[in-house]
């Protein structure tokens, strides 16, 4: 079974048993989240998996010192889909860094452009203050 077959198997035993048994799929999709910069199931609870037309995600909980936690996590189909899903999951991922990157660079550029004509408004400022001081008489 591929992983896309795995999964869409693991989401019909999520939704009609408590106890699901789900242990091949669990460790088959723990490498591509991993890949894909997502959480990792690792022992928690698998509550949801949902496979949609784009995208599977998954919804699981733990509980630690009785305070429930949860995480939910999704990936593109394609990935679950692909022929290598290790290998999708890093190229998106390294995708999603590479856009998340240049989107802080465009923001850092237009800082530096503000504030270089703040700073040229201000040396304009402060060098008026200056012509001001030179001609200030405190005899007068």
């Not at 723990?30 to 928690?44: N, Y």
């Not at 509550?47 to 305070?67: A, H, K, P």
């Not at 189909?77 to 998340?100: C, M, T």
């Not at 408004?121 to 008489?137: G, K, P, Q, R």
């Amino acid at each position: 079974m591929n992983l896309y077959d795995l999964t869409v198997a693991a989401e019909q035993q999520v939704s009609t048993y408590c106890s699901a048994n789900i242990d091949e799929w669990r460790d088959a999709i723990d490498p591509v989240l991993e890949a894909a910069g997502e959480c990792t199931i690792g022992k928690d609870h698998v509550d949801d998996i949902t496979v949609s037309e784009d995208e599977i995600s998954i919804r699981t909980s733990y509980s630690v010192r009785c305070c429930e936690q949860s995480n939910d996590m999704s990936v593109p189909l394609s990935i679950v889909k692909a022929e290598n899903p290790i290998q999708a999951a890093n190229r998106y991922r390294v995708g999603n860094e590479l856009e998340d990157a240049r989107s802080r660079l465009a923001a850092a550029q237009r800082f530096v452009v503000e504030y270089s004509e703040k700073v040229a408004s201000l040396t304009v400022e402060l060098s008026t203050f200056d012509v001001s001081l030179a001609n200030f008489n405190p005899a007068i």
